[in-house]
Each structure stands twice: as C-alpha cells, then as structure tokens.
C-alpha cells in the first residue's frame, strides 16, 4: 500500500523518520538521573564476550548493505579498538580470503537471501568464524543460518533500490559499535552523544526530508545529464558511494561515488565545466580538508553542488562563486551524519528517475533480491 505516495520508493524514503523509531525501539535505554544511557540488543546479548574477545570483524554484504556496514566502520573501530575490515561478498568467495576462528563475520542483508551473502556466510562458518546477522526479514536464510544477530525492524521494503533499510542498518551497527564498545570513563561523553544523536535522529531526519522541493529544482538542472560524480571521505564515503549507486540503479544516469583524499589520484582528470560534481562537506573533523577539496575543485572550474551543515554555506561556497550550488542539512554527532546525509541524496535519485521517465521501483534488469550466483 502507497498510501498518498505515487511509488514505493518515494513512501519508504519519506517514512525514514518512523522506520528509524522503529529501529531503535525498546533498544536505547535513558536510565534514571544516576543511571548511564546505554544500548540492549537483545539478539547480542549473549555473545558479547566473544566478539569483544575476536582479533577482528569483518562486514561482508553487497550493494547497499555493503556501503550501510562501510558507514558504520569509523564509530565500530573507535568504540571497539578491533580492526573492522570490509567484504563483498562475491569478492571475498573469488579469493577465497582468509576467515579465521577467531574473526567475528558480520552479514548485513536486508532480505537476508542474497546468494552471494548466503554462500559467504557457509565459506565463514566452515571457516569456524563467529557468524552474526544483520538482517530486515525475519526467517530468512541469514538470520536462521547466523549464529545470532540483529533484526532492523524497518519494516518491508518494496521499492528495489533499497532506502530505509539503509540508514535502518546503520542506526543498528552504530548500536553495536555502543554494544561492543566497553563503557569506559574515557569515552563516556561520546557514548552518550551518541546515544542522545540516536534519539534525536528521526526528528533530524524529519527535517531534512524538508528538502524535497530543493531536490526536485536540482534534479531537473541534472535531467539531462550523462554522469555525476559524489565526492566524499570518512563517515560520508559510504554517504558518497550510497548516494551514486541509488542515481545510477534508479535514474539510470552513470554515477561514481569517489573518495575524496584519492582526488589528485585521477578524478581530478575528470574535471570541467561541464561535469556535474556532488560534494559532501558536512562539518566534522575533516571539515577543513574537504574545503580544500572545494576549492581545488573550483579551481579547476568543476561545477558544484556542495552539501554543508546548516549556517556553513558561506564557508564551503564564497557568494562570489555564482556557480556552486548549496544544500544545508542538519548537524549531529559525526556517525550519525551519514544517515541524514543520504536522504537529499535519495530523493534527488528518486526526482531524477520521475523527470527522465523511468520505472522508479523496479528499475531496468535489476532485481529486489538476488538468489542466484
Ligand atoms: C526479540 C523479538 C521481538 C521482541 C523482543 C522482546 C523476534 C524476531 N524478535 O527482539 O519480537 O519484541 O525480543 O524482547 O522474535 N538473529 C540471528 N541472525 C540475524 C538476526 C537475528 O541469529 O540475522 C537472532 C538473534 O540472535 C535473536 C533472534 O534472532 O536470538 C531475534 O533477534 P532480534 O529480533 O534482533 O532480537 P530482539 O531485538 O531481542
Ligand atoms: C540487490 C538490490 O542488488 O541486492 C540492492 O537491488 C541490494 O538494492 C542488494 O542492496 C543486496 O541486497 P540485500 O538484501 O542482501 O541487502
């Protein structure tokens, strides 16, 4: 059901802020006035310990779940202080990679029945890793097959190109990046900034859905567009790869999420006046070399799009710079931004698809779930 939507996809994206809510039920705890905020994932609980004790975790998914778990990497490695490695999941069963007793394999799925995940998750439990799933479908292969695990609660999705079951998992990894993290003095204060961000983020989410007009203005500048580059680095590298695969699975227009600290090693031969070019530069502690990354960029007459925090326009995108377009979205805990960055980004994808005439929720050769190899 659609609902006063004309597409799925344009309904899960706009339900974010409820999808979220869900995600995070009964899961965040505000204790009283001498109690700490703190994280139960009751699917966890019991396997803490090993996974605290594992000499390290490796994520393994495809597409979106993919670039979900490459989202929530920095705030797993800060909280943990275990090396966090990633997978694709095909990739990983090409080489063979190594998987050991003493890893602990991550699967993030959100049907939980991709084959390629599915037969990464026997080549991890073969290999004797400590299998925990990540998954939206109850009773799926992943969840059953997984050792323990984490439903997102996102509710169905139906649109093909995944949207709330995105920013749904990394709201669940930045929970178990709190959950394996140890509830030291030392990081204390981030904890409960993050867990605070947590339950201030559908509302920050609410707000950014505000943008929908905004989008749809940038997406018609685009229609006609061959190719668009995303820039990103850090927590919003994912945000960028994100963000260019959901433009070319839907809109069907070639896009390349890039990272921006490997600019000077090639993109930057890309650039022109013509080219259209996404910049994620919400304020973080990369803030400043990413203004760099703007300016060389401008320097080079690259046309921009600059997405900032709110009030920093003037930072990112002198008034003097009559090209460069900007994109003001709320501020919060640095990884957490990623889950309201993408939305601009969603919709922008969504609008494109419209205008161009192409089929939004079920995109040309694609399908929702893919079960063959
Ligand atoms: C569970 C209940 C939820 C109930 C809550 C009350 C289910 C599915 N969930 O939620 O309805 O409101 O307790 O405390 O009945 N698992 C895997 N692999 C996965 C995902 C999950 O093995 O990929 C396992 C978990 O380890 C756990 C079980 O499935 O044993 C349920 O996981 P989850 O729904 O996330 O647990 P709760 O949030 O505790
Ligand atoms: C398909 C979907 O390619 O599978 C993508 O079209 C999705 O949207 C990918 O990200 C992985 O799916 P899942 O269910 O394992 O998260």
Known sequence: NKGNFEHYMQKEIHEQPESLTTTMRGRLLRGGSCKAKTVLLGGLKDHLKTIRRSRRIVFIGCGTSYNAALAARPILEELSGIPVTMEIASDLLDRQGPIYREDTAVFVSQSGETADTLSALDYALENGALCVGITNTVGSAIARKTHCGVHINAGA??????????????????????????????????????????????????????????????????????????????????????????????????????????????????????????????????????????????????????????????????????????????????????????????????????????NVDQPRNLAKSVTTQ
């Open 157 to 358: 999705e139906i649109g093909v190109a995944s949207t709330k079951a995105y920013t749904s998992q990394i709201v669940v990894m930045a929970m178990l990046a709190l959950a394996i993290g140890g509830d030291t003095i030392s990081n204390q204060a981030r904890r409960e900034a993050i867990i605070d961000g947590l339950f201030d983020l559908p509302n920050k989410v609410r707000e950014v859905l505000k943008l929908d007009q905004v989008m749809k203005d940038l997406a018609k500048q685009l229609i006609a567009e061959q190719s668009l580059l995303v820039f990103g680095r850090r927590y919003n590298y994912a945000t960028a790869l994100e963000g260019a695969l959901k433009v070319k699975e839907v809109a069907l227009m070639h896009s390349e999420g890039i990272l921006a600290g490997e600019m000077k090693h090639g993109p930057l031969a890309l650039v022109d006046e013509n080219l259209p070019i996404f910049v994620i530069a919400t304020h973080d502690a990369c803030f400043s070399k990413q203004q760099s990354v703007i300016q060389q960029l401008h320097a080079r007459k690259g046309r921009l799009i600059v997405m900032c925090s709110k009030g920093e326009a003037a930072s990112v995108c002198p008034e003097e710079w009559e090209s460069c377009r900007v994109i003001e979205v709320p501020q919060l805990e640095d990884c957490l931004q990623p889950v309201v960055n993408i939305v601009p980004l969603q919709l922008l994808a969504y609008h494109l698809t419209v205008l161009r005439g192409f």
